[in-house]
C-alpha cells in the first residue's frame, strides 16, 4: 500500500467573503506543505484556518492566488474530480446512516468506478489498516462506538489511496481519553501511510503532538508563524503567537523531545565483589562522590557513597543506596524533568527494556535543551 | 328503505363479486394515478424549494389554499372546465396530496445531517449523485410516510368522486345503496373502501421496511 504523498503550495491566496469591501477571511497566505508530513493549520475561531482548508478542495474558491497540488492548479480540474483525489474527513464524520461500514468506506472508489473485486480488497485492506475487524464490515453507522466511527472515517477518506487528506478538526467531538488514543492511531498510521496531511485544530496542544510543521494563523487569516512545533515553541515569532501557544511553551517545548534526544551522563559503575579501596580509588580519580552499582546483567542496584569505602573488603550489593528514579529512553524530557523534581535524587537513571543501564540524566541536562536552538 | 329487507344480503355480495371487483380496481387505479401524479409534481416542487427557499412559502401557501377547498366545491368549480369526467375527478385529487407530499418531502430532505452532506461534497459526489445516492435515501422514511397519509386520504376521497359519475367503490355507496336504498350495497363500497386504505398503508410500512434496512441498525 505504498503511494505518493503530494507537495501543497498556497500562494498569496485571499479569501473575502461577500462585497470588496468586505473584511478578508484569508489574507494574502503563502505556504508549501512538503510531501508526507502533517501540517496542522491553528488558531483561534476567525482565524480562517478552514476556510484555508477547504479552499485545497474547493469547497471554498479563492478570491484571488493559487493553489497547487504537485504543481497543478487546483482550478485545472472539475471540482468533483478534484475532491476524489484528495481525503477529507471532518468533525462529526459525516458516515451515511444508509451504508455499511464497508459500503462508506468504499464510496470514492465507486465513483471513481473501479472493478468491484478491486473495490472488496481495498475495503478489507483499510479496515484492518485502522483496526476494525471483518465482522463490521456489514454494521451500519449507528451500531458504531465514536471511535469506530471515526477509524471508518479515516479509511474512508484513505479508500482511493489519495496523496493528500484534509481533516478538519477530526478528533473535535470525542472525549479527551478516546482524543489521546485517535491521535496516537492517526500518528502511527501516518508512519505506515506517509501521506501529506492538512489538519485543521484549535487546540495547540493537539498542534503540537500531531504536527511535523504547524502554520499559526491569526485573526484574518494572516499567517502569524510557520514553522516546525520545536522552532515556534523556542521562538514565537511575535506577542500574538507566544500569547497563544501559552506561557508554559518551554514544558511544551520538553514534550516534544525524549531522553533519547539528550546526551546521557557516564557514571563511575562498579559490580559487586569489587574491592572498597579500588572503587574509592577509582571516585577519587574522577573527584566523584558517588559510584553506581550494577548486577550482573548491568541492572542498577543503587548508589555508594565513596565516604563510606574506607573499610576493607569488597563491595557487595547491600552498600548500595538505591533512591534515583527510572526513566526509559522514550520518556518525554517533560515527564523526565517532572519525575526528577519529585524525588530525593534529582538523577535519573535511564534504562533499556531489559532494565539495564544506559546512562543518567540530570535536571541541568534538561534544562539545557531549553537553551538550546530549535531543531528544524 | 323496505322494511323487510336484511341489512346484509350476502347473496348480493356472492352474485356481485365480478362487479365489485371491477369497482375496487378501478378505486386502486383512480388512487395510483392520484399519488403517482401528485408525487411527481410535488417531487418537483420539493426539488425547486431545497434549490431556491423562498419558493417554500408560496408553494405551501397555494396548496394549503386547495386543500382547504371541500372536495364537492372543487369539483363544482372544474366541472365547467373539464366536465363531468375523469381529469375533472383526477385533478382534485391530485391537488389534494400536494400540500401533504410537498411538506414530507422538502422535511426529509432538510432531515438529512449537514455533517454528511458535506462529507458527501467533500469526497466528490456531483449535485445528482448526491441527490439520488445520499439525499433521497436518507429523505426516504419521511418522504414515505407522506405518501401513507397522501394515500390514505386519497382512498377516501375517490369514493367522493362517484358523485360526479366516477365509476368505483364509491359508486356502489352511491348508485346501487342510497339511490336504491340499499344498504348491503353502502357496507361493501364503505368497508372496501377503508380496507383499501388498510392495506396501502401497510404496503407502504413494508416498502419502507425493505428499502430502509439501516433505520433498524439503531435498536442493535
Partial sequence: MTSSAAVVSLEHVSKRYGASGAPEAVSDLSLTIPAGEICVLVGPSGCGKTTTMKMINRLIEPTSGRITIDGEDVMALPAVELRRRIGYVIQQVGLFPHLTVAQNVAVVPHLLRWPEAQIQERVNELLGLVRLEASYRDRYPAALSGGERQRVGVARALAADPPLMLMDEPFGAVDPILRERLQNELLRLQARVRKTIVFVTHDVDEAIKMADRIAILQRGGILAQYDTPDAILAAPANEFVEHFVGADRGLKRLSLARVRDLTLGEPITARPGEPRRDLRARLEAAEADFGLLLDAEGRPLGWVNRRDLGRDGEVASEDATPGSPTLQPETTLRDALSTLLGSSVQLGVVVDEHDRLLGLVSVDAISDVLRSTPSR | ?220
Fill in chain 2, 1 to 220: 328503505m323496505i322494511p323487510d329487507e336484511p341489512f346484509i344480503r350476502w347473496d348480493w355480495i356472492v352474485t356481485n363479486l365480478g362487479d365489485i371487483g371491477e369497482r375496487t380496481w378501478e378505486h386502486v387505479l383512480m388512487t395510483v394515478i392520484a399519488v403517482g401524479v401528485g408525487f411527481v409534481i410535488s417531487f418537483v416542487l420539493s426539488l425547486l424549494i431545497v434549490r431556491w427557499r423562498r419558493l417554500y412559502g408560496p408553494v405551501i401557501g397555494t396548496s394549503g389554499l386547495l386543500y382547504s377547498i371541500p372536495s364537492l366545491g372543487l369539483f363544482a368549480l372544474l366541472i365547467p372546465l373539464t366536465g363531468v369526467t375523469l381529469l375533472t375527478a383526477e385533478i382534485a385529487l391530485v391537488s389534494y396530496t400536494l400540500l401533504i407530499l410537498v411538506r414530507n418531502i422538502v422535511a426529509g430532505f432538510d432531515g438529512v445531517p449537514r455533517d454528511v452532506l458535506e462529507a458527501a461534497e467533500g469526497m466528490g459526489y456531483g449535485p445528482w449523485q448526491l441527490l439520488w445516492r445520499v439525499q433521497l435515501p436518507l429523505a426516504l422514511p419521511t418522504i414515505v410516510a407522506g405518501l401513507r397519509i397522501a394515500t390514505v386520504t386519497t382512498v377516501g376521497l375517490v369514493a367522493v368522486t362517484a358523485l360526479i359519475g366516477q365509476s368505483n367503490l364509491g359508486s356502489l355507496i352511491v348508485q346501487r345503496g342510497i339511490r336504491a336504498s340499499f344498504p348491503t350495497a353502502i357496507l361493501v363500497g364503505a368497508v372496501g373502501s377503508v380496507l383499501l386504505g388498510l392495506i396501502a398503508d401497510l404496503g407502504f410500512v413494508g416498502l419502507q421496511r425493505l428499502l430502509t434496512p439501516w433505520a433498524r441498525a439503531r435498536g442493535g
